[in-house]
T-cell receptor
């Protein structure tokens, strides 16, 4: 069965510093990979996704993630974070034969300090 | 992008009452919607998959008689928490699977905060 592991529950970082949020998954079939961001008391917003093609995917606000099939990872990175990036980040996996069902990681709380 | 709404955004009810939460896809049709539950500082746990015109598929451990799901149209799914108790207090989030895309992508509602007194 597929599973998603986010290795860090909390990541404190200073403003303008780089950050990496780690995500590993397990699956025996092809997968789609997603990163979602959740601000307090709100739903989830899609940050970026990997479906196929280039293994490096980018978002409009400076985040990027790289799909590494051999390491079954999909780490999220940003070279310089802002205070406004403070939020909960969820990695999720969908197997192609599961009708769109998503399995979420435990979440990583990114806290950006001035 | 596709928009999904939830109503109400917050609800407070007394123990023993039933609460209905609506999930609507506003600008696309969704034969499949999902219902999640999220406790504070935790991840989303899939409760059930709602399919238009058929019975919902519940995840293991979710009581189907307590969490009634109805997906009567291609744009509306409802979750009714029957005989709610304080332990049902949680953040409930729905999502809708878009038919217009070539891949499966879920669009999430803003969530409903349920507090049972």
């Amino acid at each position: 069965a597929q599973s998603v592991t986010q290795l860090d529950s909390q990541v404190p970082v200073f403003e303008e510093a780089p950050v990496e949020l780690r995500c590993n998954y397990s699956s025996s079939v092809s997968v789609y990979l997603f990163w979602y961001v959740q601000y307090p008391n709100q739903g989830l917003q899609l940050l970026l996704k990997y479906l196929s093609g280039s293994t490096l995917v980018e978002s409009i606000n400076g985040f990027e993630a790289e799909f590494n099939k051999s390491q079954t990872s999909f780490h999220l990175r940003k070279p310089s974070v802002h205070i406004s990036d403070t939020a909960e980040y969820f990695c999720a996996v969908s197997e192609g034969n599961q009708g769109g069902k998503l399995i979420f990681g435990q979440g990583t709380e990114l806290s950006v300090k001035p | 992008g596709a928009v999904v709404s939830q109503h109400p955004s917050r609800v407070i009810c007394k123990s023993g009452t039933s609460v209905k939460i609506e999930c609507r896809s506003l600008d696309f049709q969704a034969t499949t919607m999902f219902w999640y539950r999220q406790f504070p500082k935790q991840s989303l746990m899939l409760m059930a998959t709602s399919n238009e015109g058929s019975k919902a598929t519940y995840e293991q451990g979710v009581e189907k008689d307590k969490f009634l799901i109805n997906h009567a149209s291609l744009t509306l799914s409802t979750l009714t928490v029957t005989s709610a108790h304080p332990e049902d207090s949680s953040f409930y989030i729905c999502s809708a699977l878009s038919l217009m895309k070539t891949y499966n992508e879920q669009f999430f509602g803003p969530g409903t905060r349920l507090t049972v007194l």
